[in-house]
């Protein structure tokens, strides 16, 4: 038994010599592994340059992100909102700039600042310039087909095309000293003076023309009503008359035809006779006498 015993041991001992040799690793005489020399000092120094990249990299992004201010909101007073982006101070744009809307925050004033020029320009549909409003050293351009002021309730104040110019104000105020020229007609239903001052329609040095279709009426109602000429003021109604009501009609300056035979004791009145000559003159002549003058050829030249 103890022999078996003995040869059993033998055996397995045998049998794990070849495991032990499998994991053995034999080199030959004079061999070494692994990297020396002049190898292993390039792979040390590429390592450490690489170590002080990476160092040097994560310092500066570390330093921009310090500079510009990132955060999880935006970037320094940029913020990233939802719907588009907020701005707490002033933007400084080198290029163009291309958005569907910008808005000032809630009670604050929005400025648009340029050293030149500033242009606004919208396309259509193709990507050609349909708009354009150019702000320029003391000018201000703008290219459109039609252009349009309105008020905070939507009204029309002024609007201006290819056709005609309408404004929708109330009233039309011109401070110049001045005035206002048109080389044209002008068709209106009212021209008013402001309050508290004359109405004064004047051409330096031709003619002044008012034409109606219907009527022409010329109303003073607190005043009086003054037409002074240099040479003839004529009155001319083709198919109706001329009528002067009123009261009182005043012509003053009428010549007083003299005349010779006057009867004796007859009393001087105050009162005339208005008299007409064949071209229309008039003359004033005694109320007792025949309309008739010794000068009268003076009177109806």
Not at 87 to 98: P, R
Not at 136 to 152: P, R, T, V, W, Y
Request: net charge positive; glycine share 8%; proline share 3%.
């Amino acid at each position: 038994m103890k022999a078996n015993d003995g040869e059993t041991s033998t055996v397995h001992s045998r049998q794990e010599e070849p495991m032990a040799t499998r994991s053995a690793v034999f080199c030959p005489p004079g061999f070494r592994m692994g990297m020396y020399g002049w190898r292993k000092k390039c792979l040390y120094g590429l390592i450490l340059v690489l170590l002080f990249m990476v160092i040097v990299n994560l310092a500066l992004t570390l330093w921009v992100l310090k500079v510009l201010d990132f955060s999880t909101d935006g970037m320094g007073q940029l913020e990233v909102v939802p719907g588009g982006l907020k701005l707490k101070g002033n933007a400084f744009v080198l290029d163009n700039l291309i958005a569907n809307q910008i808005r000032s925050r809630s009670g604050e004033p929005i400025v648009i600042e340029s050293s030149r020029n500033i242009t606004l320009r919208s396309r259509d549909k193709l990507g050609r310039s349909s708009t354009v409003v150019h702000m320029g050293i003391d000018s201000l351009e703008c290219l459109a087909n039609k252009f349009q002021i309105l008020d905070d309730r939507g009204g029309l104040m002024f609007s201006a095309d290819r056709r005609e110019v309408v404004v929708g104000a109330e009233t039309l105020r011109i401070t110049g000293e001045g005035g206002s020229r048109f080389s044209g007609s002008v068709q209106t239903r009212l021209v008013r003076a402001e309050s508290g001052h004359d109405l004064r329609l004047e051409s330096p040095t031709r003619g002044l023309q008012i034409r109606a279709p219907k009527e022409l009426k010329l109303e003073s109602r607190g005043g009086h009503i003054n037409a002074l000429a240099q040479n003839d003021v004529s009155f001319r109604s083709e198919m109706g008359a001329i009528r002067l009501q009123s009261s009182s009609i005043i012509v003053p300056q009428l010549p007083t035809a003299k005349v010779t035979n006057r009867q004796v004791g007859a009393r001087s009145f105050e009162v005339f006779q208005l008299c007409a000559c064949e071209n229309g003159k008039l003359f004033l002549a005694d109320p007792h006498v025949v309309c008739a003058s010794e000068n009268e050829d003076s009177f109806c030249r």
